[in-house]
């Protein structure tokens, strides 16, 4: 059977207002696409890599030499950082929602003896690895935390920061000092933290291993780098343990971001094929990122956070979220139960706003690289609009008046 060339692909431009990937920052888009041909040994584009290595270490607030990207998103970043995690070791995760489940589970694959892993190929039941399971829509909390690292005393301890899942923040300073004094090496997953939260990883010692991706809070595109920061200690570790890749090992990927024998180098060596395209964008996004502050950045996400939950609870809605990036609500009364319905009204209508993914069914909507009056008008706007389509109430003049609150009159300046 011959297949014939399918049509130009098209994909149109969506509204992306969900848990991420966010609006791609045009003048990332713009450096994308305005990159040259040119392969992974080429001077620019290891000078680019080594000067993102170094830009990443002052948004992250960090000295930790290991402090690169993972050519992926947020899990390759996540998958690198618990390679370290070796079979039989001692884990304790805690899991407050979608993604620190799945965290929990990829640390259950690497802890796994080759029985258990044998006996149970996709959902290993490592008898190392405690999983501490907190009900969606919870934080974990400092006293959960504190007996699970008394009684277990693990190698490794794993929080999210913030759980995109269920839209909420995990303490890092009670986890960090809870690590610290029980001398175990933390591990965060700070994949929707990062670029939307003001907080510097040398704060948090207890914290040995630190993943996030690139396109949440530092607005760059998807499979490009997802960035990554680990301490000495866990390098120490991983050096006497080793870990079973290649491609994606924390000491050989450091390489080829001039990162050697622990110390800075003046070019990367080879570990693998870069992408000069992905390393422009991821470069832009970071000077983007230090352009702005994240100091900056994360003032206006709350300012905006509090305007979009604002104008949902006036229509009635339940918030139950505490990130500022993110609102998960539950709709009003009489409408309950059909979130998913709504959620895929908007998404028919390219408004991308999500549904959480584990029991019970959400709606989350995002506001990444949203950061301006017009786009949260144009959210609530389209979001009020989707209530009436289904049949519910929600009194556009009573909307305006509470963005009239928070902004000023219409036209005054933002
Ligand atoms: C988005 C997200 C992930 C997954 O990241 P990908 O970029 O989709 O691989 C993991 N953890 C958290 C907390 C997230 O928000």
Same mark, same amino acid.
């Not at 991983?238 to 050989?252: M, Q, R, S, V």
């Not at 110390?263 to 094929?273: A, C, I, N, P, Q």
């Not at 509090?306 to 609870?313: P, S």
């Not at 995002?366 to 008008?377: D, K, P, V």
């Given at each position: 059977m011959?297949v014939h /060339?399918f049509p130009?692909?098209?994909?149109?431009?969506?509204?992306?207002?969900?848990?991420?990937?966010?609006?791609?920052?045009?003048?990332?888009?713009?450096?994308f696409?305005?990159?040259?041909?040119a392969?992974?040994m080429?001077?620019?584009?290891?000078?680019g890599?080594?000067?993102?290595k170094?830009?990443?270490?002052e948004?992250?607030?960090t000295?930790?030499?290991?402090?690169?990207g993972a050519?992926?998103?947020?899990?390759?970043?996540l998958?690198?950082m618990?390679?370290?995690?070796?079979?039989?070791?001692?884990?304790?995760?805690?899991a407050?929602?979608?993604?620190s489940g799945?965290?929990?589970?990829? &640390?259950?694959l690497k802890?796994?003896?080759?029985?258990?892993?044998?006996?149970?190929?996709?959902d290993?039941?490592a008898?190392?690895?405690?999983v501490?399971?907190?009900p969606?829509g919870q934080?974990?909390?400092?006293?959960?935390?504190?007996?699970a690292?008394a009684?277990?005393?693990?190698?490794?301890?794993f929080m999210?920061?913030?759980?995109?899942?269920?839209?909420?923040i995990n303490d890092?300073?009670?986890?960090?000092d809870a690590c610290?004094r029980?001398?175990v090496?933390g591990?965060?997953d700070?994949?929707?933290?990062?670029?939307?939260e003001d907080?510097?990883i040398?704060?948090?010692?207890?914290?040995?291993?630190?993943?996030s991706?690139?396109?949440k809070?530092?607005?760059?595109?998807?499979?490009t780098?997802?960035?990554?920061s680990?301490?000495?200690r866990f390098?120490d570790?991983?050096?006497?343990?080793?870990a079973?890749?290649? /491609?994606?090992?924390?000491?050989?990927?450091?390489?080829?971001?001039?990162?050697?024998?622990?110390?800075?180098?003046?070019?990367?060596?080879?570990?693998?094929?870069?992408?000069?395209?992905a390393?422009?964008a991821?470069h832009e996004?970071l000077?983007l990122?230090?352009?702005?502050t994240?100091?900056?950045r994360?003032?206006?996400?709350?300012r905006h956070?509090?305007? &979009?939950r604002?104008?949902?609870?006036t229509?009635g809605?339940?918030?139950?979220?505490?990130?500022?990036?993110?609102?998960v609500?539950?709709l009003?009364?009489d409408m309950?139960?059909r979130?998913?319905?709504?959620?895929?009204h908007?998404?028919?209508q390219n408004f991308?706003i999500?549904?959480t993914?584990?029991?019970?069914?959400?709606?989350?909507?995002?506001i990444?690289?949203?950061?301006?009056?017009?786009?949260?008008?144009?959210?609530a706007?389209?979001?009020?609009?989707a209530i009436?389509?289904?049949g519910?109430?929600?009194?556009?003049?009573?909307?305006?008046?509470?963005?009239h609150?928070h902004y000023g009159?219409?036209c005054?300046?933002?």
């Amino acid at each position: 059977m011959t297949v014939h /060339a399918f049509p130009q692909l098209e994909i149109p431009e969506t509204l992306a207002a969900g848990p991420g990937p966010g609006n791609t920052d045009a003048r990332v888009l713009a450096r994308f696409a305005a990159a040259g041909v040119a392969d992974h040994m080429q001077p620019d584009v290891l000078r680019g890599m080594v000067e993102c290595k170094h830009m990443l270490r002052e948004i992250w607030g960090t000295d930790n030499v290991h402090t690169f990207g993972a050519a992926g998103t947020g899990w390759t970043a996540l998958d690198m950082m618990f390679s370290a995690v070796r079979p039989g070791d001692k884990v304790v995760a805690f899991a407050n929602g979608t993604f620190s489940g799945i965290d929990a589970l990829t &640390l259950r694959l690497k802890a796994a003896t080759e029985r258990e892993l044998a006996s149970s190929p996709m959902d290993p039941q490592a008898a190392s690895v405690t999983v501490i399971e907190v009900p969606h829509g919870q934080s974990v909390s400092l006293a959960e935390i504190e007996t699970a690292l008394a009684e277990h005393q693990p190698k490794w301890a794993f929080m999210a920061h913030w759980e995109t899942g269920s839209g909420r923040i995990n303490d890092l300073k009670g986890f960090s000092d809870a690590c610290d004094r029980h001398g175990v090496l933390g591990l965060v997953d700070a994949v929707s933290s990062l670029g939307v939260e003001d907080f510097r990883i040398d704060d948090y010692p207890g914290v040995a291993g630190w993943a996030s991706c690139p396109q949440k809070g530092i607005c760059c595109l998807p499979l490009t780098y997802a960035p990554v920061s680990f301490t000495d200690r866990f390098i120490d570790s991983l050096k006497e343990t080793g870990a079973a890749t290649y /491609a994606n090992h924390p000491i050989f990927e450091a390489r080829h971001w001039g990162i050697i024998e622990g110390e800075d180098v003046e070019k990367g060596t080879y570990h693998r094929t870069h992408s000069g395209y992905a390393v422009a964008a991821f470069h832009e996004s970071l000077r983007l990122t230090l352009e702005q502050t994240v100091a900056k950045r994360a003032a206006e996400y709350a300012r905006h956070e509090a305007v &979009l939950r604002d104008v949902l609870e006036t229509m009635g809605c339940e918030v139950t979220s505490n990130m500022t990036s993110l609102v998960v609500l539950n709709l009003p009364g009489d409408m309950a139960g059909r979130e998913m319905e709504l959620v895929q009204h908007c998404r028919a209508q390219n408004f991308g706003i999500w549904p959480t993914l584990s029991a019970p069914v959400q709606i989350r909507i995002g506001i990444l690289n949203q950061l301006n009056r017009r786009a949260i008008e144009e959210i609530a706007t389209r979001f009020a609009q989707a209530i009436r389509d289904l049949g519910g109430k929600a009194n556009q003049a009573d909307i305006n008046d509470v963005l009239h609150n928070h902004y000023g009159v219409a036209c005054a300046a933002e």
